[in-house]
């Protein structure tokens, strides 16, 4: 069965600093992973979705990287803003009809 | 454009009793996915429909609970006789397509509270 671990599972940076978050899952057999911002009492935000295929994918200040073989992958922020201040769950897509595996996610505070 | 909504966004319901809830995709995604998030065992997916079937429904705890669509739009989750355990907020997302390949856009839940 698939696990997917997200360490540390909090986080707090001043504002400006790059924010470096990472996942891990045990089978390498995955399709895709998807990375989400939630905000509390809210629902799920897609930020980036990364094919099997790729090994990263960048939106603005976001960049993801993906390595199947280590079964590893990182979310990087640049520049963090308070805004930034959420929980970020990464989440991987585990069959062919896109059923998500979500780790336990990371609660991250940007202090200005 | 709008996105995925849900209704109701909170239900405070009693032990024993049965609850509807509604998931309004994205207009013109065709697959709908459920997920339930709780506090001990966080975001755990239940059901995921293609069209108007459900081809993977592996994630629904217990024969209570069940979902259907129709017209490939709206969705409701059942839940016959609550139990306390099933107090979490449930999530429906949408994707554009069927598979892998498609992101999934979240609604905003359902917080359901059973005393």
Do not use: M
């Not at chain 1, 603005?60 to 199947?68: F, I, P, T, Y």
């Not at chain 2, 207009?27 to 995921?48: D, P």
Request: glycine content about 10%; aromatic content about 8%; hydrophobic content about 30%.
């Amino acid at each position: 069965k698939q696990e997917v671990t997200q360490i540390p599972a909090a986080l707090s940076v001043p504002e400006g600093e790059n924010l470096v978050l990472n996942c891990s899952f045990t089978d390498s057999a995955i399709y895709n992973l998807q990375w989400f911002r939630q905000d509390p009492g809210k629902g799920l935000t897609s930020l980036l979705l990364i094919q099997s295929s790729q090994r990263e994918q960048t939106s603005g200040r976001l960049n993801a990287s993906l390595d199947k073989s280590s079964g590893r992958s990182t979310l990087y922020i640049a520049a963090s803003q308070p805004g930034d201040s959420a929980t970020y769950l990464c989440a991987a897509i585990t069959d062919s009809w896109g059923k998500l595996q979500f780790g336990a996610g990371t609660q991250v505070v940007v202090t200005p | 454009g709008a996105g995925v909504s849900q209704s109701p966004s909170n239900k405070v319901t009693e032990k024993g009793k049965d609850v509807e809830l509604r998931c309004d995709p994205i207009s013109g995604h065709t697959a709908l996915y459920w997920y339930r998030q709780s506090l001990g065992q966080g975001l755990e997916f239940l059901i995921y429909f293609q069209g108007n079937s459900a081809p993977d429904k592996s994630g629904l705890p217990s024969d209570r609970f069940s979902a259907e669509r129709t017209g490939g739009s709206v969705s409701t989750l059942t839940i016959q006789r609550t139990q306390q355990e099933d107090s979490a907020v449930y999530l429906c997302a949408s994707s554009p397509g069927q598979g892998s390949s498609y992101e999934q856009y979240f609604g905003p839940g359902t917080r359901l509270t059973v005393t």
